[in-house]
């Protein structure tokens, strides 16, 4: 039991580095997530709103197209309208200008929203490239940043893993399970706690005296019964 608690503590050990470590990269790996996936919806949204852009450039010009025929079927119709012989000539024609007229002006209207929204689209397309170049470049600067500090620090945190893989593998896992449970869920990510003035040293609770005496001896696996952390005798266990 006595070995186990010991390399529990090197464990912690270990852990206090990685955690050291992290915090040394600070919120740099979130920032550097958080402008990484800013930049794929704004790329994202850039194509749908150049798409939109496209789509209303051609509509427009179909339309467009659609006019000039109009009128030139006008002009046409406006001619033969003097040339008509019968009433029903005069009326057959008279029709083909009222639909030569009402494809025109609906068309104009249509082409005037559709340039009103080009207008618009050009304009958000221009600011979603705008902001798209400013993420960008955040995005190298913070991931430049954090690389640098990946590099600084990698062959020293490789090492750690190393070492922990070795101890965990030495430990019962009822043993490390437990260890891994308290130390992910404490926010200072100790698993384990020194005795400190016959108090827990990661809660401050109170430790029964015969407690103490088991934790002294070392020959049981103790736990603080308020926190769940496991308690070591600092006299007997060094902890750095
Ligand atoms: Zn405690």
């Known amino acids: 039991m006595r070995e186990q608690l010991e390399q529990l503590v090197q464990l912690q050990e270990i852990d206090n580095q990685l955690l050291e470590l ?14 990484r996936a800013e930049i794929e919806e704004t790329t994202h949204l850039l194509d749908v709103r150049r798409e939109e852009l496209l789509n209303a450039g051609k509509e427009r010009r179909r339309i467009e197209g659609e006019v000039e025929k109009a009128k030139v079927s006008l002009k046409k119709y406006q001619g033969q309208l003097f040339k008509v012989s019968t009433n029903r000539e005069y009326d057959a024609i008279t029709t083909e200008i ?3 007229k009402s494809i025109i002006s609906d068309g104009e209207s249509q082409i005037i929203h559709l340039m009103g929204q ?3 689209l050009t304009e958000t397309v221009q600011n979603l490239e705008s902001h798209s170049e400013t993420i960008k470049s955040d995005f190298e600067t913070h991931d430049a940043e954090l690389q640098e500090k990946i590099a600084e620090t990698s062959d020293f945190e490789a090492k750690l893993r190393e070492k922990r893989v070795t101890i965990v593998d030495e430990l019962a896992k009822p043993i490390y399970a437990h260890y891994e449970r308290i130390h992910m869920a404490k926010e200072d990510g100790m698993g384990v706690a020194q005795v400190f003035n016959g108090a827990c040293g990661g809660c401050f609770a109170a430790i029964p005296p015969q407690k103490l005496m088991e934790v002294s001896t070392m020959s049981d696996f103790i736990l603080c019964e308020t926190c769940g952390r496991i308690l070591v005798d600092p006299e007997t266990i060094q902890m750095n």
């Open 98 to 100: 009222e639909a030569a």
């Open 118 to 120: 080009e207008e618009e």
């Open 22 to 35: 992290k915090e040394e990269r600070g919120n740099l790996p979130e920032t550097v997530e958080k402008l």
